[in-house]
């Protein structure tokens, strides 16, 4: 399965962005202005990451639907009972 580029680089934005963001705070003294930075700065990098792995699990089912087009594979109906095994 290939690797979706976009979905890497978000997730290493969403890093690098947290991590960096927490330096203006550092600098500074301000008790108030260090908690805010980390916070915001956490909060955004989880949103981020979390779209990034929206992104790659949309890309692997859209991989996973190609293939079984191409195999002629039928999926079975949701409202089916599952096979039984023998």
Not at 14 to 23: F, K, P, Q, T, Y
Not at 41 to 60: C, D, F, K, R
């Amino acid at each position: 399965m290939t690797e979706n580029k976009v979905a890497a680089f978000l997730k290493a934005f969403a890093v690098v962005g947290a991590i960096c963001g927490m330096l203006p705070a550092l600098i500074t003294l301000d008790i108030f202005l260090i908690v805010e930075c980390v916070l915001a700065s956490i909060a955004a990098g989880v949103l981020l990451y979390g779209l990034g792995e929206a992104i790659e699990l949309l890309h692997q089912i859209r991989e996973e639907l190609r293939c079984r087009r191409m195999t002629g594979e039928e999926p079975a109906p949701a409202d089916a009972p599952p096979a039984a095994k023998e």
